[in-house]
């Protein structure tokens, strides 16, 4: 069912900041940061090319794929066991459940650079990338809450327990992990991964609108960035996204790289997925297109 973003409710920016340091957060990203250190010197092809499989899983399906063009916007149709898996590889990043993340992204889009803005560079770009959660509200497991501006995922009862334990997926990954590769597997497939996804999903917020260049005029600053794109598979082209926030295409010149583009494409000639949004060059805004 397509979402209407109006229906945000407009005082979560009241309740998204506070004033102290969210210990909770700040300890586990520090652990994390100390482990993704630690990961350098324990040093293996095997883990290293663990750690890249689980990136584009994580990262291109969960976030890409998954959190952003799918749950976030609907810009394509999955059938609803691939739409959960998709989901639970969100999960793997360390960056919430899914209805957080949604909700989230959607009061982002409402509030783009103004006023609201969850992570907009207008407070600043270490606020943007990093700080929103350093020193916001933890909302993480707050799922009635984030529900509000997530309702289309609050009725479906996986999602809203993947929100309430979406910390579940990451440790039994880790377990099984070290149970097969030690120390070495669990450093570089969880610690060093997680963080690398980590920094490059807050690049988006940060450095996608701060620099680039911009093919749209919209309401806020969203710029596109090609190395942002190359880390995230995709997701750098933000100015394209923002003037056409439905469409699942956002590389859209032949040279703008979108890999998870050309995964869905991959999906749609299999005939898995379908209704798929698609943008133009050309399109106005802000007309869009099914492919």
Same mark, same amino acid.
């Given at each position: 069912?397509?979402?209407?973003?109006?229906?945000?409710?407009?005082?979560?920016?009241?309740?998204?900041?506070?004033?102290?340091?969210?210990?909770?957060?700040?300890?586990?990203?520090?652990?994390?940061?100390?482990?993704?250190?630690?990961?350098?010197?324990?040093?293996?092809?095997?883990?290293?090319?663990?750690?890249?499989?689980?990136?584009?899983?994580?990262?291109?399906?969960?976030?890409?794929?998954?959190?952003?063009?799918?749950?976030?916007?609907?810009?394509?149709?999955?059938?609803?066991?691939?739409?959960?898996?998709?989901?639970?590889?969100?999960?793997?990043?360390?960056?919430?459940?899914?209805?957080?993340?949604?909700?989230?992204?959607?009061?982002?889009?409402?509030?783009?650079?103004?006023?609201?803005?969850?992570?907009?560079?207008?407070?600043?770009?270490?606020?943007?990338?990093?700080?929103?959660?350093?020193?916001?509200?933890?909302?993480?497991?707050?799922?009635?809450?984030?529900?509000?501006?997530?309702?289309?995922?609050?009725?479906?009862?996986?999602?809203? *327990?993947? %929100? #309430?334990? =979406?910390?579940? @997926?990451?440790? /039994?990954?880790?377990? &099984?992990?070290?149970?097969?590769?030690?120390? +070495?597997?669990?450093?570089?497939?969880?610690?060093?991964?997680?963080?690398?996804?980590?920094?490059?999903?807050?690049?988006?917020?940060?450095?996608?609108?701060?620099?680039?260049?911009?093919?749209?005029?919209?309401?806020?600053?969203?710029?596109?960035?090609?190395?942002?794109?190359?880390?995230?598979?995709?997701?750098? *082209?933000? %100015? #394209?996204? =923002?003037?056409? @926030?439905?469409? /699942?295409?956002?590389? &859209?010149?032949?040279?703008?790289?979108?890999? +998870?583009?050309?995964?869905?494409?991959?999906?749609?000639?299999?005939?898995?997925?379908?209704?798929?949004?698609?943008?133009?060059?050309?399109?106005?805004?802000?007309?869009?297109?099914?492919?």
């Amino acid at each position: 069912m397509p979402v209407v973003e109006e229906q945000m409710v407009a005082n979560f920016d009241k309740a998204s900041k506070v004033e102290r340091l969210n210990w909770p957060t700040t300890i586990v990203m520090a652990l994390f940061h100390v482990g993704a250190l630690a990961a350098l010197f324990t040093f293996t092809w095997r883990a290293v090319a663990v750690a890249i499989f689980l990136y584009w899983m994580t990262i291109g399906l969960g976030i890409s794929l998954g959190y952003h063009r799918l749950l976030t916007h609907r810009g394509y149709k999955i059938p609803i066991g691939l739409e959960y898996f998709f989901a639970v590889c969100g999960a793997l990043t360390l960056e919430g459940g899914p209805i957080f993340w949604v909700a989230t992204h959607r009061i982002h889009h409402q509030k783009s650079d103004h006023e609201g803005d969850p992570h907009t560079p207008h407070d600043g770009a270490w606020w943007a990338h990093v700080g929103w959660l350093l020193f916001g509200a933890s909302n993480h497991s707050n799922t009635r809450m984030m529900s509000k501006y997530a309702p289309d995922l609050a009725k479906h009862r996986f999602y809203v *327990w993947l %929100n #309430n334990y =979406h910390w579940v @997926p990451l440790l /039994a990954l880790s377990a &099984l992990l070290f149970a097969i590769g030690g120390w +070495s597997m669990f450093l570089w497939g969880i610690c060093l991964r997680v963080v690398v996804g980590l920094h490059a999903t807050w690049l988006v917020n940060s450095a996608t609108h701060m620099w680039g260049s911009r093919r749209f005029v919209t309401r806020d600053d969203s710029r596109n960035n090609w190395w942002v794109a190359l880390l995230t598979f995709g997701e750098g *082209w933000h %100015n #394209n996204h =923002h003037a056409h @926030p439905t469409s /699942a295409r956002h590389g &859209l010149a032949w040279y703008e790289f979108d890999p +998870s583009w050309l995964q869905l494409k991959v999906l749609k000639r299999l005939g898995i997925a379908k209704d798929i949004q698609v943008a133009r060059v050309e399109s106005a805004l802000p007309q869009q297109k099914a492919a």
